[in-house]
Antibody, heavy 123, light 112 residues
Framework: QVTLRESGPALVKPTQTLTLTCTFS??????????VSWIRQPPGKALEWLAL???????YYSTSLKTRLTISKDTSKNQVVLTMTNMDPVDTATYYC???????????????WGQGTLVTVSS | QSALTQPPSVSGSPGQSVTISCTGT?????????VSWYQQPPGTAPKLMIY???NRPSGVPDRFSGSKSGNTASLTISGLQAEDEADYYC????????????FGGGTKLTVL
């Protein structure tokens, strides 16, 4: 079955760089149509899509955060890594990774989600 | 401000039906049938409930249905049950230069 799990620091200081790892199983990121997104959710607020990497190593970013984000994958380890530079208290949120499937018919959706990891930015 | 607009809250009594709207633009909802809906009970991760406007993944009750007209998509939950109380988010692929995927601001469903 498909599972995803986020890992990384629970606490980072302002101006530091956050590195999060998504370790997944049940699918391969080298299979056509398979992608992984990072999505965050500040406490009590809405979901915000951050970045996506696809099976062909194409990368897409939220324009508002593009200068701070880098997404990469290690297909052999079944991992996707997100780095976010210059962290600020407003970046405090639960960070989720999710599988984004592009079906042969062109359907697109986040069908499996990790449990999320809460990252607090504070000095 | 979220790219897709949803009402902050809706409510209904058990057995009733409620509809949650999701308004986008011609860059997303209006031009593509790539609209999905997610249910998020408190303290849990989102769960896919509807994809491609109106398709239900295996295991999702047929009480949940989706539709779209123009730039607005809708999620209808019929025969409301207490367990349906949660936050609901719409999402869409977008051809906008500012993003690739957009989410709505979320709607809190209260079962009275």
């Amino acid at each position: 079955q498909v599972t995803l799990r986020e890992s990384g620091p629970a606490l980072v200081k302002p101006t530091q760089t956050l590195t999060l790892t998504c370790t997944f199983s049940g699918f391969s990121l080298s299979t056509s149509g398979m992608c992984v997104s990072w999505i965050r959710q500040p406490p009590g607020k809405a979901l915000e899509w951050l970045a996506l990497i696809d099976w062909d190593d194409d990368k897409y970013y939220s324009t508002s955060l593009k200068t701070r984000l880098t997404i990469s994958k290690d297909t052999s380890k079944n991992q996707v890594v997100l780095t976010m530079t210059n962290m600020d208290p407003v970046d405090t949120a639960t960070y989720y990774c999710a599988r984004y499937t592009i079906s042969a018919a062109g359907n697109r959706y986040h069908d499996y989600w990790g449990q999320g990891t809460l990252v607090t930015v504070s000095s | 401000q979220s790219a897709l607009t949803q009402p902050p809250s809706v409510s209904g009594s058990p057995g009733q039906s409620v509809t949650i709207s999701c308004t986008g633009t011609s860059s997303d909802v209006g031009s593509y049938n790539r609209v999905s809906w997610y249910q998020q009970p408190p303290g849990t991760a989102p769960k896919l409930m509807i994809y491609e406007v109106s398709n239900r993944p295996s295991g999702v009750p047929d009480r949940f249905s989706g539709s779209k007209s123009g730039n607005t998509a809708s999620l209808t939950i019929s025969g409301l049950q207490a367990e349906d109380e949660a936050d609901y988010y719409c999402s869409s692929y977008t051809s906008s230069s500012t993003s690739y995927v957009v989410f709505g601001g979320g709607t809190k469903l209260t079962v009275l």
